[in-house]
DNA sequence: TCTATGACTCCGG
DNA sequence: CCCGGAGCCATAG
């Protein structure tokens, strides 16, 4: 079956779930999805997802609330700037109160 | 076909 | 939390 083909489309859904000031990590959506060991390729697809201006990509990060794919947006600190605009701090490229912006898929 | 890579995560110390 | 090592799997060359 092509579950593969909707492990992007499921992605993509799902980051545009992601509530307004709030944030997740990659392999929440993964675990979410039922592909808890493919942390990796939700980053993959977010890569992909980039081309699709309604997928705010900038509010997945990593576990430890660090912003790893600063780097793949067009200016250096544009993801910052980004979720800064929605309320959520960062210090050195780490969101702070992790705890208290992370959002769960299944909320 | 095989190897290297990566917007990750878990585990033990 | 930090560090090193291992697992994971789709894509690119």
Redesign the pocket.
Known sequence: MDK?AH?FERVYAVARKIPYGKVT????I??FLG??????????A??K??KDETIP??R???????L??????DGTNL?QQLLESEGIIIKNNQILK?DEVFWHPNS
Do not use: D
């Open positions: 593969n492990f990590s990659y392999g929440a993964a675990k592909v808890a060991k493919s942390a990796r390729m939700v980053g993959w977010m890569n997802t980039h990509a900038h997945v990060v990593n576990r430890k609330g660090l790893t794919g600063k780097h793949h947006f993801m992790f």
